[in-house]
């Protein structure tokens, strides 16, 4: 008879958490659909953008539509989400605008994922693992209004609430940052190989607050870099 091996996964699970500093090094893992599991992230105060740079690593298997990355104001719920439709197709919104992106199907492997924006000409760029997509062009003189909440896990209807469980992302999200500008090509295939020394002006994953609640993972990863 065959020896039976038996493998034990262990994940640390909070349920809810007092105010953190800094995530290097970690993942944060949703396991369920829920109307009440985020992490927000308590990101450096700016009143306005006219450009932005959103990078994160992401994994789910799940196929109906989620939020990635979601700050909302006062103004609009929607002031910025970074939106998986489904498995091959992202969506960038903000201000209720959205721009399409077809992409590499999302899988149960991270994936390195930037956004960039700018007002002045419009321009938006995906880039999925260093590798950018065509341009597009959105929210031509627009701006992104400070004084939001950025929340991970859900997308918010209201500042900092409304969540719909069937929005809720289920997987594994690591190293966000965000800057208030674009970053030229070669520094975010540095951050997608994790080989930038200094992380996001607003948002820094080594450094910047947290809070979290309902059923939250904050695992190691060694693929954490920056």
């Known amino acids: 008879m065959k020896p039976f091996v038996t493998i034990v996964l262990v994940m640390c699970i909070y349920l ?4 953190s500093v800094g995530l290097y090094g970690k993942s944060v893992i949703f396991p369920a659909k829920t109307a009440n599991s985020f992490v927000r992230l308590h990101a450096s105060d700016f009143s306005r953008l006219t450009a932005f740079t959103v990078c994160l690593r992401a994994a789910s298997e ?17 002031e910025l989400l970074i939106w998986q439709e489904s498995k091959t197709q992202l969506w960038l919104e903000f201000d209720d605008q959205d721009t399409k992106f077809e992409i590499p199907e999302m899988n149960t492997l991270l994936r390195h994922i930037c956004v960039t924006w700018e007002s002045q000409g419009g321009e938006i760029t995906v880039w999925v693992n ?18 939001g909440q950025f929340i991970l896990g859900q997308e918010q209807d ?4 409304d969540f719909d469980i069937n929005q809720s ?3 594994e999200i690591t190293d966000v940052h965000m800057w208030d500008h ?8 540095k951050v ?9 002006n ?7 607050r947290y809070t979290f609640d309902g059923i939250v993972g904050i695992e190691g990863n060694k693929d954490s870099t920056l």
């Open 192 to 200: 997608s190989q994790g080989c930038l020394r200094h992380g996001g």
């Open 182 to 189: 674009v970053l030229q090509a070669n520094d975010i295939k």
């Open 16 to 19: 809810s958490g007092s105010d």
């Open 169 to 171: 992302f289920v997987g």
């Open 62 to 78: 799940e196929t109906y539509p989620y939020s990635l990355f979601s700050y909302a104001t006062s103004t609009f719920p929607n």
């Open 130 to 147: 260093g590798r950018r997509s065509i341009r597009k062009v959105g929210g031509t003189g627009r701006v992104v209004r400070g004084s």
């Open 202 to 208: 607003i948002i820094d994953w080594g450094v910047t």
């Open 158 to 161: 209201s500042v900092g609430g």
